[in-house]
């Protein structure tokens, strides 16, 4: 484009990153396509380029924010001092399965993009690595006093993390075959999310929880 362009306005920047989020979420990144995420953000696609370049770039922009979302919400949980401890716990796995309600379709994107993909697989890799580096040591000691302060079973932040992945991503994995046990015995959908988000903070709380019939 020809000319000096302003500063691309908030409402747009989001338009544009819903569009293309929505085109990567239903068509994958081979798929996806920038015209159409141009035309459903109602910018030309002259713009879309002039303000993001390529699609690959588009893409690590999205990728990245998630990214940065799913950390940031667990840590301002367990770093938070006005919470107690259980309810630190409880939080995290709300909010996380939350998170994947309001954003259904991208554990399978996810995963079958790391599978495909091995350059993103490693960019993936590098952002844990580091993001660990960082966090992982203040939060294995908030999460070790929090342990021994509510006289919890011994079991590190990294397996916590990875309980309450493994159990809220399987719900959404798992969706295309299970919509008519959803019909059937939930009625709908929404039924279904939160009694799933009820049963994951209860199996969480058991594994944890030692001498407390609270979750039973």
Sequence with gaps: ?????????KDTEQAILLAAEQEFMSRGYEGAKTVTIAHNAGVTHAMLHY??????????????????????????VIFKPDMTPLEKITAVVDRHFEFLVKHPDLP?????????????RRLMEHKLRFAWSKVLPPLQRDWDKMIVEEGMKPISIVDFIM??????????????????????????REAFFEARKRENVKIIMQRLLQNNNAYE
């Design 1 to 9: 484009m020809n000319g000096k362009h302003s500063p691309l306005s």
């Design 51 to 76: 303000y993001f370049g390529t699609k690959e770039r588009l893409f690590n922009k999205i990728f990245n924010e998630k990214i940065a979302l799913l950390s940031k919400m667990v840590t301002d």
């Design 108 to 120: 399978r994107f996810l995963l079958n993009e790391l599978a495909h993909n091995t350059g993103r």
């Design 163 to 188: 309980d309450v992945v493994s159990l809220n991503l399987f719900v959404f994995l798992a969706l295309p075959v299970l919509d008519v046990i959803i019909e059937n015995y939930y009625g709908s």
